[in-house]
């Protein structure tokens, strides 16, 4: 068996990295079906030049774009008893979270970091689409505990970056009970008079906007995205009535006062740390 170990399989693995590497060498872009070259695609921070379509962003790169070089500290995440439903569906619970975390490396869907932000610190907490969509299950609502606690304990403001589809059905009643523990938190932190800013990225629905994610002392919002709880489909369905094109877009909740600027990425981090020095002063 020898041969097939030493000389077949190293053939078989060069040969499905060749093909997943020219794969990923042009993006199409999912608004105006662009294709773009991914360098570009990645040095224009995951923005479309065409249509100016903000793409999902990687933890890593959006940590990169709004803390300092050199200040960026992660903070761990704690461990949970999991799959505490025994929940399956087509897979099991515990299955689907080994499968997300192989492919994201990432304990949970969200990450803490703590940095400066032009030289002004700040807790920073992003919520990973890629990982069962961004759902609030039990870890992402501890994690935004901490990420609070963290805040008050470091006397800066808090940053929050969500990008998710809601609750996570897996754990039931135990991701719904994250809605009030995190207004809770959020609670704490206005109590100390520490600043609360929250970026909204595409999507942000659910459990996730009828919480935490609309507290925020400022909202601030990427353009395009997808702002809501319900869906839209499920909207028209129960008021019977067809909706405006840009119904739930970033744009269309600025005009209606439910946020309070729409920023392009590549603006986010000069108008955040203008906000910073603001609430200091």
């Known amino acids: 068996m020898n041969w097939i170990t030493d000389k077949v399989l190293p053939r078989f693995k060069a040969l499905v990295k060749k093909e997943d590497s020219e794969e990923i060498l042009w ?47 992660s903070i761990p995440i704690n461990m949970i008893k999991e799959d505490p439903l025994n929940f399956k569906d087509l897979k099991k619970y515990s299955d689907r979270l080994k499968i997300a975390r192989n492919k994201s490396d990432l304990y949970d869907a969200i990450s803490i970091k703590y940095g400066l932000i032009e030289k002004k610190p700040c807790v920073l907490l992003l919520f990973d689409f890629s990982f069962m ?39 039931g009643i135990f991701s719904l009970m994250q809605m009030p523990r995190s207004i809770v938190a959020i ?75 729409v920023t392009e990425r590549k603006n986010q981090k000069k108008e955040i740390s203008q906000l910073l020095d603001f609430f200091q002063k």
Do not use: W
């Open 27 to 73: 993006i199409k872009c999912k608004s105006c079906d662009q294709m773009i070259f991914h360098k570009e695609h990645d040095a224009n921070l995951n923005v479309c030049k065409s249509c100016g379509y903000h793409d999902f962003m990687k933890i890593e790169n959006r940590t990169k774009l709004l803390l300092d070089m050199d200040t960026i500290e």
């Open 187 to 261: 609670q704490k932190l206005k109590e100390k008079s520490l600043p609360y800013i929250v970026l909204l990225s595409n999507p942000t629905t659910g459990g996730v906007t009828a919480s935490f994610a609309m507290l925020g002392d400022v909202h601030l919002a990427e353009p395009g995205a997808v702002i809501g709880f319900a869906g839209r489909r499920v909207i028209e369905e129960t008021v019977k009535e067809k909706l405006p094109e840009n119904f739930q877009k970033s744009e269309y909740l600025h005009e209606h006062g439910m946020i309070d600027r």
């Open 133 to 171: 969509g961004g759902s609030m299950g039990r870890s992402v609502g501890d994690a935004i505990i901490k990420a609070v606690d963290t805040a008050i304990e470091k006397e800066c403001a808090l940053l929050i970056v969500p990008s998710s589809g809601g609750a996570r059905m897996q754990e």
